[in-house]
């Protein structure tokens, strides 16, 4: 079979990255094929399974029309700056364009070193695979923007980590793979030029408005930043918590993307941290909004030469663009939460979420059923949500003032609080149980989690939290 390559980043100027094949593996196997994106992206499904689908899958051989690709950026790590990171372990085959016209990248992760790898074997290990196919796949069930997963096949060969894990390939499709971190990479170089490049290549794929603009480079920002408040905002509608908010993990086109130490939050706090590495807290759930802020203020500072030839001029209006931010995400914010609620809209709104939230933080409620429960709760059923309290009075208090002011019915908000996420333990079950051959539990979630807003009785464990033995309370990057 053909796959229509239509490749634009690799025309871009070398130092924008390397070229480098994926490297062979010892005996591909085929884990799972996204048959439904597959097919969004007019590929053929078939082929894909076939030996000589899952072989290109594997890395083992390059397509006609592939330009295979690593792709140089840099980034903040944790706050810290690294002037050189790029694509370590993956390899961008080329883009392909979907039936809805969208452009997609098709990447391989773990195909194998490339000139960016430093000391990382440029593989990935089942584990992390599986969970990037799994929670990125419930994201884009669950409505929220984000990078996906085509397929994942099992390398045959056996990576180091801190024991010997079977290796794995995904195949990651995204808008784009453009970072905060592309634009870091060539500013830290002082490289105008790369950087105009970069930013016509950005406006013309993500926000061709911004093309004719007169000053395109600011509203490209202006843009990126509406994004990237929509973004967050709806990752904290639905408790998700990235956790390496890095950025050369941001993307500039506003999609969810690298899922390493990624996790849902059960129980409501707002402090809830899972990423091993992060030690202080940087990327708690509570703090994404300002996190996100911060790495587009890292991205305003590489433009500046683009908005004014005067530097001080050029940071008022970097200033300017970014006080856009915090009322975006405020705008999102709330609009999401009133929904989750069913409130039409008025003053006094934000308090009754507060006070919602703040009753879960009290009686550490688990946050996604707490609100599905509430879904009953509009149908005059509030026993189940009561339920998870052990002292039911301040919840009894907050549902006399939200009955008398809610207008959304339980099915309007049974479309938008999820009966459905990947939840820790669950994920780790479907891990565990695939590093020892048996797949049938990564089968299921994954089943389950195409559809979050359903009642799905037959799953209706999988809408539990962890007992206390089965809580995840840590997780781990996925290198
Ligand atoms: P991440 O934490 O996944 O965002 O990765 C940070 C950087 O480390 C990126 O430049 C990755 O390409 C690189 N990297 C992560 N894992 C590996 C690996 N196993 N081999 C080579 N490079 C890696
Ligand atoms: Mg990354």
Known sequence: MQI??????ATLPDRFFARVAPTPVAAPRLIKINRALAEQLRLDADWLASPEGVAFLAGQSVPDGADPIATAYAGHQFGHFVPQLGDGRAILLGEVVDRDGQRRDLQLKG??????SRR??????????????IVSEAMAALGVPTTRALAAVLTGDRVQRETMLPGAVLTRVAASHIRIGTFQFFAAREDTDALRHLVDHVIARHYPDAATDPHPARALLARVIARQAALVAR???????????NTDNMSIAGET?????????DAY???????????????AYANQPGIALWNL??????????????QPTAIEIAKEILSEFSPAFDAAYTAGMRAKLGLAGHDGDDDLVGEFLQLLAEHEVDFTLAFRRLCDAAEGDAGELRALFTEPAGLDAWLGKWQSRRSGDGAALRKVNPAFIPRNHRIEAAIVAATQGDFAPFETLGTVLARPYDDQPEFAAYAEPPQPEQRVLQTFCGT
Do not use: K
């Open 120 to 133: 990382g074997d440029g593989r990935a290990a089942l584990g992390p695979v599986l969970r990037e196919y």
């Open 4 to 9: 229509q390559f239509d490749n634009s980043y």
């Open 257 to 265: 993307i690298d899922y390493g130490p990624c996790a849902f939050m």
């Open 297 to 310: 203020t890292r991205l305003a500072e590489c433009l500046l030469q683009l908005f004014d030839p005067d």
């Open 111 to 116: 195909a194998g070193p490339t000139p960016f």
């Open 269 to 283: 706090n707002p402090a809830t941290v899972f990423s091993s590495i992060d030690q202080n807290g940087r990327y």
């Open 235 to 245: 990752w904290m509608h639905i408790g998700f918590i990235h956790g390496v908010m």
